[in-house]
């Protein structure tokens, strides 16, 4: 019984994963609907509101792109909110305001280092806009940006859009290049079944909007995520987006909305940063679980399966991985994992140099290495993400560098 | 004393009864959810550790087969084993084949005597033949110019006779007149008529006697059918003999072909009964094979020690010797990378039958030190 129920998960993981796929590049191709139907006379005002924790020049940059925006400058401002960087993030903060006149750039500090989800609410205090878009401090985004996300609010039980990320640099290594695909796949195909029944799971916290009444209602839940007591600070663009379909609004993603991010280069900054993510869809799908009969009549069943059958795909990965690696150890290493990653590698690339060349991967072979990645992902992520999920730590941004950088700055 | 009801309480009182019940219930739950995180936490470390150490053993189990030379994959053999009656039944069959080709062999070997028999009495006519044909146009050669003279000096003969004959017809006449006449009796005249026709008829037979001497003398001289008639027979003779060769050499060629066939498949038989699965269809006893990777060759020897491990490698013992090695090639596939592998069986004396059950079993030494 037990072989055939995983075998059973197994194939439906596969088929929530390949034919979402498939289903992307069906829907893309001739259903007008899984398009929002946007207004761009829709101008309401909108705070952007940028949490930054030792980003340093780059939290200037992305200010920069933001006051480029094709939006009336009197509509929109920016919301700086430090979390205690131990760099000089929050004096570029300040430069920026000062530098771009044009648009309103409001700055604030956190007085605790209290992480990203609390400084957005922490932002979201100094705003009184109808929308408030979240960005991610390292992220350069497109001068249509902001008016592509509001665009799609004209819809009324819209409740939050998402833009795509894009990947800045995608040749910086085989890593980035093998990101720079799977960014790309998953916002151009993997998202558009979900954009259907306007039920994405999960829009990147890099750019998210959200009515401002829906942030504000949902506001008291984000401040008080914890498990046993430890303040949960991650995921929250998981969480926000899974609060907005249980208030029965509708999630979105804009892939005209672009934003470009830097992607971790190092395959130890690329493993936290997916430590992280694993813990936030264990965290996501543990709550789906505890309130799955309220998920089961209020959401469509395209999202309840979405929201079960991912992180089931996930924890599944791992038992096939293992059996797969006791059955038949070498099996991983043939060429038909290689090929299959390498030919789906040169399409995607084709198609990324083709229709975003600011993406453009110059060695689509670097894909090949997604077959090591993928094992080592399912092998190790889920079991260490279910061991840890008590850890606060964001990962990427370790506290040992806080320390030292603290104990500079105090010198 | 008795404790007074909250609501008689003052209100000072009543906020502070509140926030310490607030406080206790909140030192309860951090304290439900400090016991919880630290069994979480013991749990968790636990998980990980036996994570770390599966990874670890897995992959000092990967590495140790990828460079260790002495295992082998002990193979257990049931006597209805598909492949060792598919053996049976085939050594039955060569058997069969062996038998038949024999029986050919006897009747190919008796009909290539009695061609070769014939086609030596064929050839002892040759000669005889060619002589008669020799001794015959050797003759001619004489008698033929003889003839020939002879036959000119007839034909001379005859027209001289031709010359007194038409001088007899005046004789005759001159019979016939005198007998008129009476000058001779009728006596007479009839004994010389009798005379000239004699002499006539003589000339008759020399004329014929010419016509078959010029016949003799042609046959003499050139080649008459008779002559061709030996010939044919001569190129009877030789076509004959030519198909006997044929048919011989063509009956040697197929029994050398059955003969070779026959000891290939003696050669077949023989290699077969030294086979694992020859043994094991025909053997009464339970036999222990194992598998050897063409890469632990040199420890395949005869005689050498045979160690069982309790997990997989360690805490070996002794569990028996190599009895044989088998020559042929098997393919199996490798107990741990589950690849396909080439190598050959070996038979076991096994003093432990339980080991024939083992994943793998090591030859010649400890693969590690205990």
Not at chain 1, 123 to 139: G, K
Not at chain 2, 127 to 155: F, M, S
Not at chain 2, 242 to 248: E, K, M, P, R, S
């Amino acid at each position: 019984m037990a072989p055939i129920l995983f075998w059973l998960i197994l194939v439906l993981c596969l088929l929530i994963s390949v034919v979402k796929y498939l289903m992307g590049i069906i829907m893309r191709l001739s259903f007008p609907g899984t398009k929002a139907k946007k207004d761009y006379t829709y101008e309401p005002t909108v705070s952007v509101l940028m949490p930054c924790f030792n980003e340093g020049k780059t939290v200037y940059e992305t200010i920069e792109s933001i006051s480029k925006s094709n939006y009336p400058n009197d509509k929109f401002e920016v919301i700086a909110q430090d979390d205690c960087s131990v760099d000089d993030s929050y004096e570029w903060m300040l430069k920026a305001q000062r530098d771009f006149t044009n648009i309103r750039v409001r700055t604030g500090r956190n007085e605790v280092n209290s992480g990203k989800a609390r400084s957005v609410c922490n932002a979201l205090q100094l705003s009184t806009a109808e929308i408030i878009i979240s960005i991610d401090s390292d992220c350069i985004f497109h001068p249509q940006a902001i008016r592509e996300l509001t665009a799609c609010f004209a819809e009324p039980r819209m409740g939050s859009v998402g833009g795509r990320v894009g990947v800045r640099n995608p040749n910086d290594s085989v890593i980035t290049a093998i990101q720079t695909v799977v960014y790309y796949s998953a916002f151009e195909l993997y998202k558009i079944p979900e954009n259907w029944t306007r039920s994405v799971c999960c829009i990147s916290g890099c750019l998210f909007a959200i009515r401002r009444e829906l942030l504000l209602e949902i506001e008291p839940a984000i401040r008080a995520r914890n498990w046993f007591g430890i303040p949960v600070n991650q995921g929250e663009d998981r969480f926000l987006t899974h609060q907005t379909l249980l208030r029965g609004y509708g999630t979105y993603i804009n892939n005209d909305a672009l934003c470009w991010t830097t992607v971790p280069t190092t395959l130890s900054v690329l493993f936290k940063q997916q430590l992280r993510w694993r813990r936030s869809i264990v965290r996501d799908f543990f709550f789906t679980l505890k309130t799955l009969p309220q998920h089961v009549w209020k959401l469509h069943p395209n999202t309840v399966l979405t929201l079960v059958l991912t992180p089931v795909g996930a924890l599944v990965g791992f038992l096939v991985v293992v059996t797969a690696l006791t059955s038949d150890p070498l099996a991983w290493a043939g060429p038909i994992p290689l090929i299959t990653a390498l030919a789906i590698g040169a399409v995607l690339t084709w198609v990324i140099k083709k229709y975003s060349a600011k993406e453009a991967v110059t060695h689509p072979l670097a894909f090949g290495a997604y077959v090591a990645w993928s094992l080592v992902s399912s092998l190790f992520l889920t079991p260490l993400a279910l061991c840890t999920m008590d850890s606060a730590d964001w990962g990427t941004r370790t506290k040992e560098q806080q320390e030292v950088s603290l104990g500079n700055a105090t010198s | 004393m008795a404790t007074p009801p909250v609501d008689s309480l003052p209100r000072e009182t009543k906020v502070e009864a509140v926030a310490s019940e607030t406080k206790k219930a909140a030192a309860k739950q951090s304290l439900h959810y400090k016991l919880v995180i630290t069994l979480y936490r013991v749990f968790a470390i636990v998980v990980l550790y036996l994570v770390l150490g599966g990874i670890v053993i897995y992959a000092f189990v990967m590495g140790f087969y990828a460079v260790n030379s002495s295992w082998a994959a002990p193979v257990i053999l049931s006597a209805a084993d598909e492949k060792s009656l598919d053996f049976r039944e085939k050594l039955v069959t060569s058997q069969q084949t062996i038998e038949d080709l024999k029986v050919d062999t006897k009747k190919l070997d008796s009909g290539v005597a009695e061609m070769k028999k014939h086609r030596a009495a064929l050839l002892a006519l040759e000669p005889e033949l060619q002589a008669a044909i020799v001794r015959e146009q050797t003759h001619n050669q004489t008698a033929g110019p003889e003839l020939a003279t002879l036959d000119k000096q007839k034909l001379a003969d005859n027209v001289t006779t031709q010359k007194v004959l038409a001088e007899l017809n005046e004789v005759e006449s001159n019979v016939n007149k005198d007998l008129a006449a009476g000058l001779i009796t009728q006596g007479d005249a009839a004994t010389q008529l009798v005379a000239l026709n004699q002499a006539k008829d003589a000339y008759t037979d020399n004329k014929i006697a010419e016509v078959l001497l010029t016949d003799s003398v042609l046959d003499k001289t050139t080649i008459g059918t008779s002559s061709l008639n030996v010939l044919v027979k001569q190129a009877e003779l030789r076509s004959e003999v030519a198909q006997l060769d044929v048919a011989i050499n063509v009956a040697e060629k197929q029994l050398q072909e059955e003969t070779r066939q026959v000891d290939r498949l003696h050669q077949a038989i023989t290699t077969a009964k030294q086979s694992p699965y020859y043994l094991n269809a025909v053997g009464g006893q339970t036999l222990y094979f194992a598998f050897v990777p063409y890469d632990n060759r040199a420890n395949a020897v005869g005689g050498s020690a045979v160690y069982d491990c309790y997990l997989n490698m360690i805490l070996c013992r002794k569990v028996g010797t190599v009895k044989q090695i088998f020559p042929g090639e098997e393919q199996a596939i490798h107990p741990i990378f589950k690849t396909q592998i080439r190598g050959f069986l070996i038979q076991m004396n096994l003093d432990h039958a339980e080991s024939a059950k083992s994943k793998t079993v090591f030859l010649g030494r400890k693969p590690v030190l205990f």
